[in-house]
């Protein structure tokens, strides 16, 4: 009988390729002189080297049931109840839906749940809009900026005639008093609607 390679040989064995790659690897079957698989050898290797009292399915824990390799696939609904479950069951698919299932319902429920905490901070005035403060904050900067350019304006005609040192610094502090508190007046409701729409 001629030598196959891995590839052939896996699906004369009925197994993956990755399976005749770690067999060879672990030295259960050995390859051929010419570096192929002579299958009845290897077969009987196999055989001889797979220990039948552990579990073949590392998924299901249930030694997997192995077919010839001319023998047709069983076609689905075969089983019969005697038979173990595989980790395709309907069962185990039924079980991997409800954990979706609880999984989704539980996000949904820390969402809404966060979603009410936001709504009563909002309420109770602990948040505020930021579309709001972002408002308030242009407003604010725009009154400062109107207020401090109007300070040459307001001051140059009175202190151009003034020699006085003492005289100029009390002017001055007096008109930066009266630009900061009308600064840290409240705003008019007007002014917190934030810049008209330009025209």
């Known amino acids: 009988m001629a030598s196959l390679s ?4 896996a699906r004369h064995r009925g197994v993956s390729h990755t399976a005749v790659r770690k067999a060879l690897a672990a030295g259960r079957i050995t390859p051929g002189a010419d570096g192929g698989i002579n299958a009845a050898q290897a077969d009987a290797q196999w055989s001889h080297a797979t220990d039948l009292s552990k579990p073949l399915n590392s998924v299901s824990g249930v030694p997997k049931r192995r077919r010839a390799p001319d023998a047709p696939s069983e076609p689905m609904g075969s089983r019969t109840w005697e038979e173990p479950m595989s ?3 309907p069962e185990a698919g039924a079980s991997r839906l409800v954990s979706s299932y609880a999984s989704s319902r539980a996000a949904r ?3 809404l749940a966060r979603m009410a905490k936001l709504d009563f901070e909002e ?9 709001q403060v972002r408002a ?3 407003t604010l900067g ?3 900026r109107d207020t401090l350019l109007g300070l040459p304006d307001r001051l140059a005609p009175v202190l151009a005639g ?3 040192q ?3 610094h009390r002017m001055l502090s007096e008109e930066i008093l009266a630009s900061l508190s009308e600064l840290s007046a409240p705003p008019s409701p007007r002014s917190l609607s934030g810049p008209e729409p330009a025209q």
Request: no cysteine.
């Open 6 to 9: 891995i590839r052939a040989y």
């Open 87 to 89: 980790a395709a069951s």
């Open 109 to 111: 429920e820390a969402y």
């Open 123 to 131: 309420r109770s005035g602990k948040l505020v809009d930021a579309d």
């Open 136 to 138: 308030q904050i242009f």
């Open 142 to 144: 725009r009154r400062v």
């Open 162 to 164: 003034q020699a006085d």
């Open 166 to 168: 003492a005289v100029i």
